[in-house]
C-alpha cells in the first residue's frame, strides 16, 4: 500500500514569514496525526483529526499554527508568524483505529523545517 | 502529565552484542506500549507493540520487549545485534485515550 505523502521535503524561511506543510494520509485511515519533532527530542503530537474532526489540538500553539483536514483525507499544517524555535522535522502520521494506535501508526518521511 | 522516559541517549555496540533498551513511563491506569524505530534517512517504523495477554512481545527482526506492570517499564531487547540495526529507536505510551507519548528516542550505533 501507498505510505503517508508529505511535502515539502525541505523548507527555509526567514522568522515571521508563514509556511505550510501537506500530508496526504493512507486511503481509509480516519485519524490523522500532526507531530513536532525538535532535535534530540521526541515527537511531540500537535493535532489529532478523526476523519475531519479535531480530536486533541491541546499542545497546538494557536495563535500561530493552524491545522485544517477538509473531507477527512488531506490535511494541510499552517505557521504564520514563524519563529526560530519552530525549526523541527513536522511528521504526518496515520492510523486506522480510532486513535489508540491499536493498529500503530504509519509515519511520512516529515517535513524539515529550518528558520533562520 | 503522563511522561515516558528513556534512560540512555546514545548506545554503541559491537556486532553480536545482546541489547536492552530501557523504557519507562509514569502513568498508572491501562496503558498499550510501542516501540518504533527511524533507520537512517528513513521514517518511522513500528517495531512492536504491547496491548494485553503475554507480557513478553516480539516484532519485527529479532526484537523482542517485556512488560513488566510493576516497574512501569517496556524494555526493549535483542540478543544478537547487526550492523543493519543501527538507528534511532523511540519508546511510545498510549494511555488507552487518544494521545500517544514518545520518549525522547535512543540512537543505537552498531560497530561492524
Known amino acids: 500500500e501507498a505510505g503517508v505523502a508529505q511535502s515539502p521535503r525541505y523548507k527555509i524561511i526567514e522568522k515571521r514569514q508563514s509556511v505550510a506543510f501537506w500530508c496526504n494520509p493512507i486511503?481509509?485511515?480516519?485519524?490523522l496525526y500532526w507531530y513536532q519533532q525538535i532535535l534530540g527530542q521526541g515527537p511531540k503530537l500537535l493535532i489529532q483529526?478523526?476523519?475531519?474532526?479535531?480530536?486533541?489540538d491541546s499542545q497546538l500553539p494557536k495563535d500561530r499554527f493552524s491545522a485544517e483536514r477538509l473531507k477527512g483525507v488531506d490535511s494541510t499544517l499552517k505557521i504564520q508568524p514563524a519563529k526560530l524555535e519552530d525549526s523541527a522535522v513536522y511528521l504526518c502520521a496515520s492510523s486506522l483505529d480510532s486513535g489508540t494506535g491499536s493498529t500503530g501508526y504509519t509515519f511520512g518521511s516529515g517535513t524539515r523545517l529550518t528558520v533562520v | 502529565a503522563q511522561s515516558v522516559s528513556q534512560h540512555n541517549h546514545h548506545v554503541i555496540l559491537s556486532e553480536a552484542a545482546s541489547l536492552e533498551l530501557g523504557c519507562n513511563y509514569s502513568y498508572g491506569g491501562t496503558v498499550n506500549l510501542f516501540w518504533y524505530v527511524q533507520y537512517p534517512g528513513q521514517h518511522l517504523q513500528l517495531l512492536l507493540k504491547y496491548f494485553s495477554g503475554d507480557p513478553l512481545v516480539k516484532g519485527i527482526k529479532g526484537f523482542e520487549a517485556e512488560f513488566i506492570k510493576s516497574k512501569f517499564s517496556f524494555n526493549l531487547r535483542k540478543p544478537s545485534v547487526q550492523w543493519s540495526d543501527t538507528a534511532e529507536y523511540f519508546c511510545a505510551v498510549n494511555t488507552g485515550g487518544f494521545k500517544t507519548i514518545f520518549g525522547a528516542g535512543t540512537r543505537l550505533f552498531v560497530k561492524a
Open positions: 483529526f478523526q476523519n475531519n474532526g479535531v480530536v486533541d
Open positions: 486511503s481509509g485511515h480516519a485519524t
